[in-house]
């Protein structure tokens, strides 16, 4: 069993600064591509930002969040970060990490999505 878990969510003012934290645990084979995900209430699950497994962990990141949020990982630890700066109350979600797991099984190696159970941040005006 793979298990995502995430920490760091909280209420902050406008303009204020959060990080979120998301360690993998369990047994797996690797761990590639991670990223965060949010989803406001009665909006669709979106991205927020995506992070490579290679030594260059290459990024990726919506245009609403471009330059104020940095996601980061630490492969020793598998675990993936976002730091998130400049909060405007439109940021207001439930916050998913995921991650793409290499898995064995009796047949092989296996890929799969993995989801943490979300953790809430909330920007007041």
């Known amino acids: 069993q793979v298990q995502l878990v995430e920490s760091g969510g909280g209420l902050v003012q406008a303009g204020g600064s959060l990080r979120l934290s998301c360690a993998a645990s369990?047994?797996?084979?690797?761990?590639?591509?991670m990223g965060w995900y949010r989803q406001a209430p009665g909006k669709q699950r979106e991205l927020v930002a995506t992070?490579?497994?290679?030594?260059?962990?290459?990024?990726n990141y919506a245009d609403s969040v471009k330059g104020r949020f940095t996601i980061s990982r630490d492969n020793a630890k598998n675990t993936v970060y976002l730091q998130m700066n400049s909060l405007k109350p439109e940021d207001t979600a439930v916050y998913y990490c995921?991650?793409?797991?290499?898995?064995?099984?009796?047949?092989?190696?296996?890929?799969?999505?993995?989801w943490g159970q979300g953790t809430q941040v909330t920007v007041s005006s």
């Open positions: 995921n991650a793409r797991v290499t898995v064995q099984r009796s047949y092989g190696l296996t890929q799969r999505d993995y």
């Open positions: 369990g047994s797996f084979f690797s761990i590639g591509n």
């Open positions: 992070i490579t497994s290679t030594s260059a962990s290459n990024t």
